[in-house]
């Protein structure tokens, strides 16, 4: 079985920064891109950004040159930088990841219970 487990969510005053960290864990060969959505009160789940196994990164318009998205493969963990934060950003943010197990012909997507990031004064 394969786990992703998010933290580093919290409260947080509008300009400030966290860093999310989810890590993959269970039976891994490898994991193809890895993801981090959030989804706010009475919203649809988006896309924030994502990351290719080499490295290459897409952003939402809405997070451009304020988020940043990277990874280390070697402990399949993503992470995600939020800086200069809006209470608009104000949402449970969910890591997603295509995964191949051992003994897998195929990727499969897992996703992580979520963690909760307010920004408020």
């Known amino acids: 079985q394969v786990q992703l487990v998010e933290s580093g969510g919290g409260l947080v005053q509008p300009g400030g920064s966290l860093r999310l960290s989810c890590a993959a864990s269970?039976?891994?060969?490898?994991?193809?891109?890895m993801r981090w959505y959030r989804q706010a009160p009475g919203k649809e789940r988006e896309l924030v950004a994502d990351i290719s196994s080499g490295g290459y990164t897409n952003y939402a318009d809405s997070v451009k040159g304020r988020f940043t998205i990277s990874r280390d493969n070697a402990k399949n963990t993503v992470y995600l930088q939020v800086n200069s934060l809006k209470p608009e950003d104000t949402a449970v943010y969910y890591c997603?990841?295509?995964?191949?197990?051992?003994?897998?012909?195929?990727?499969?997507?897992?996703w992580g219970q979520g963690t909760q990031v307010t920004v408020s004064s």
């Open positions: 269970g039976n891994i060969l490898s994991i193809n891109i």
């Open positions: 997603n990841a295509d995964v191949r197990r051992i003994n897998s012909a195929s990727y499969y997507s897992y």
